[in-house]
Nanobody, 120 residues
Framework: QVQLVESGGGLVQPGGSLRLSCAAS????????IGWFRQAPGKEREAILC????????YYRDSVKGRFTISRENAKNTVYLQMNSLRPEDTAVYYC?????????????WGQGTQVTVSS
């Protein structure tokens, strides 16, 4: 069964850090580009950044440059989103998605999302 599962979300104070995980089952993540997305309450889902199958990173939001990084751990079939210097405006449900081609739609597989809340 093909599945993506996000984890690592939670409540964090402004300026704090979180590492989200995107674990795959049923397929090999390093053959795919993996994108991270987020959806804040009342807003549309937006793409944040993506790691290609050759480990190149594409940022879609200037607001996360220098704060968010994406990486792979192939042995665990997992991609991580390291989020530092978190801001209240980063509050959202975060999703990962996989595409067998280059970064960009259409994404074949989606996770169920993990909530990130940045608040004091």
């Amino acid at each position: 069964q093909v599945q993506l599962v996000e984890s690592g979300g939670g409540l964090v104070q402004p300026g704090g850090s979180l590492r989200l995980s995107c674990a795959a089952s049923g397929f090999t993540l390093d053959d795919y580009a993996i994108g991270w997305f987020r959806q804040a309450p009342g807003k549309e889902r937006e793409a944040i950044l993506c790691i290609s199958s050759s480990d190149g990173t594409t940022y879609y939001r200037d607001s996360v440059k220098g704060r968010f990084t994406i990486s792979r751990e192939n042995a665990k079939n997992t991609v991580y989103l390291q989020m530092n210097s978190l801001r209240p405006e980063d509050t959202a449900v975060y999703y990962c998605a996989a595409t067998p081609s280059a970064c960009g739609p259409p994404y074949a597989y989606w996770g169920q999302g993990t909530q990130v809340t940045v608040s004091s």
